[in-house]
């Protein structure tokens, strides 16, 4: 009782795995002087947090779903990237964002019909384009 053990974990996500704070759940199945199960939750960081999106959603006047895709850069250089937003049944919308310095720039989709989408899983993915070549993904539920 009260021994410990490191041991060193390899955990790989999918490319298709959401950007930001994520918890991980390990489960755990151990024999020893009797059978115990646990498990633990542990918070994880996935991407490096000098660039990211901050994504916002409303119904404007026209009833579009209105998404406000915020790109942060907090790095010192100037940064591109090819943007999409997926939505069910709609056609992939895409956009740029073109050498944002380190600062914030805001781009906006409109999708006609927003309340058909109300409470329906969307996903913005962010390519970057040269540099480091990173992928930015951000899966996210539509509100009103």
């Known amino acids: ?50 660039v990211y999106l901050e994504l916002a959603t409303h119904l404007n006047a026209e009833g579009e779903l209105q998404v406000d895709q915020r790109t942060i850069n907090r790095t010192s250089e100037k940064l591109s990237f090819r943007c999409y937003l997926s939505a069910p049944d709609r056609r992939r919308m895409r956009a740029q964002v073109w050498k944002l310095p380190p600062g914030e720039d805001v781009l906006t989709y409109r999708l006609p019909a927003g309340d058909e989408l109300l409470g329906q899983k969307l996903r913005v993915q962010a390519e970057e384009i040269g540099g480091k070549r990173r992928t930015l993904n951000y899966n996210f539920v539509a509100e009103p």
């Open 1 to 50: 009782a009260g021994e410990r053990a490191g041991h060193n974990l390899k955990v790989v996500v999918p490319s298709t795995a959401s950007c930001g704070r994520e918890r991980l759940r390990f489960e755990f199945d151990v024999q020893a002087g009797g059978r115990r199960r646990f498990s633990v939750q542990r918070p994880i960081e996935l991407g490096l947090g000098d």
